[in-house]
């Protein structure tokens, strides 16, 4: 059964822009009093409403009644939802003063969240995470990748992997899981960093596979998770068994993008240490850029450098990180809106950032309103697109659809 959905103001499909560098708003294609026409989930045609209804007079209508704006839904390219419990302890004493890797090494940090998450179980986790997909849902975003790293041996690293498939079912929202098992060295495992990485590719890695759980693997390179070296090591092997890569790189030192680019990696997440060097390496590969503004509005620090990064053709993406250590908040609008007036960045380019650009780092081909394409949209009550980052990320859309169906 074939629906048309409109007429929207204004259409923004995002499509026909560059993957990579700087964009200007004047790039935008404006498509005025659209609509949208889907069957099986898919978009069959898009353009002028009045033009598609007598075309397809036989198509059910969703009518919009107001004036709206539609884009393509938002992609959260990097989160991590599955967790239990809290770290509000933490966040009063960084307000306080404390630094990140000073709570940490003070028996806070991610291992507080490992032995929470740890503690619970799984009904309890799938039932959080469910929450957190459909409050993202509901601001848009229609795609999610989810992260472990929080259970940090093969049961607990398996419990989360499982319990993120099992949360696929239950939301409408896309789940993409990630392996991120080697977040840091537990402190309950017995040997070195080297040591655990190996374990991790011997024992868990394998069964990840096996049992089809995910095909991207993440780690934290950094000085107070895991070295350069180790991490090469690691990633070269998760390449190996066929593995997607991407990774936690130069968040407060450098050292981990150089990695990343080396070894192919789909995305370099984070950033905000990055200096020119890593900027020209990034620009110049095929590894996507991701900016995570909500950590830095977390943790009170710099944002990655995001203009300079598009001015020199990175392929940047934006993602809200949201987890319960260094970005609670989770949410990726207001994220992205609050940074653009920093790093001064277009519409066009924060708008790209939360699509189609963020569906090149999770390899997913959505992110654009095109033809052949899901029907993932959201639509905003306004009358120019300009509005949504105006009110930084406080105007909220009023209709979300996943595969033409409404969820909001
Ligand atoms: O992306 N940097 C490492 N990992 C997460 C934080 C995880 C946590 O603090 O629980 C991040 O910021
Ligand atoms: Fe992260």
């Not at 740890?118 to 795609?143: F, I, K, W, Y």
């Not at 960045?345 to 899901?374: D, H, N, Q």
Request: charged residues 20%; aromatic residues 6%.
């Amino acid at each position: 059964m074939k629906k048309l959905i409109g007429p929207f103001i204004h259409i923004i499909p995002l499509t026909g822009l560059p993957l990579k560098g700087a964009l200007k708003d004047e790039q935008l294609h404006i498509i005025p009093n659209g609509g949208v026409l889907v069957e099986g989930g898919l978009i069959l045609a898009i353009g002028d409403f009045k033009e598609l209804r007598k075309a397809n007079a036989s198509a059910q209508i969703e009518e919009i009644t107001s004036p709206q704006v539609l884009l393509p839904g938002f992609i959260d390219c990097h989160t991590h939802i599955c967790f239990g419990g809290n770290r509000a302890k933490d966040y009063a004493m960084r307000i306080a003063g404390k630094t990140y890797l000073e709570i940490a090494k003070s028996g806070g940090g991610i291992w507080d969240t490992v032995t929470q998450t740890r503690a619970a179980d799984e009904v309890a986790l799938v039932q959080s995470l469910v929450q957190r997909a459909n409050r993202h849902l509901a601001d848009g975003v229609t795609a999610i990748e989810v992260k472990s790293g929080y259970g940090l041996s093969v049961e607990e690293e398996l419990k989360q992997l499982r319990a993120i498939k099992n949360a696929s079912a239950q939301t409408k929202a896309r789940l993409i899981p990630t392996c991120l098992a080697a977040h840091m060295v537990p402190k309950d495992f017995n040997g070195s960093q080297a040591e655990y990485l190996a374990y991790v590719v011997n024992d868990l890695l394998p069964i990840i596979k096996q049992e089809n759980l995910t095909n991207r693997v993440d780690i934290f390179i950094e000085q107070s998770a895991m070295d350069t070296k180790n991490a090469l090591v690691y990633l070269n092997k998760a390449n190996q068994l066929g593995f997607d890569i991407t990774a936690h790189a130069d968040q407060f030192t450098t050292g981990g993008s150089a990695v990343a680019v080396e070894v192919g990696a789909v995305s370099a997440d984070h950033l905000e240490a990055s200096g020119e060097n890593e900027i020209g390496l990034l620009a110049s590969s095929n590894t996507v850029a991701v900016t995570l503004p909500g950590a830095s509005l977390g943790l009170g620090m710099p944002y990655a450098p995001a203009r300079k990064l598009l001015d020199s053709g990175a392929c940047l993406a934006i993602a809200s990180d949201w987890n319960p250590g260094s970005a609670p908040m989770g949410d990726l609008l207001i994220q992205a809106a609050v940074m653009s007036a920093s790093e001064k960045l277009s519409v066009a380019e924060v708008f790209a950032g939360l699509t189609f650009r963020a569906a090149s780092a999770l390899k997913i081909e959505y992110g654009i309103l095109g033809l052949g394409m899901p029907a993932d949209m959201q639509a905003y009550l306004c009358a120019d697109y300009r509005e949504i980052l105006y009110y930084q990320g406080k105007l909220k859309p009023n209709l979300v659809w996943v595969a033409g169906n409404s969820h909001v």
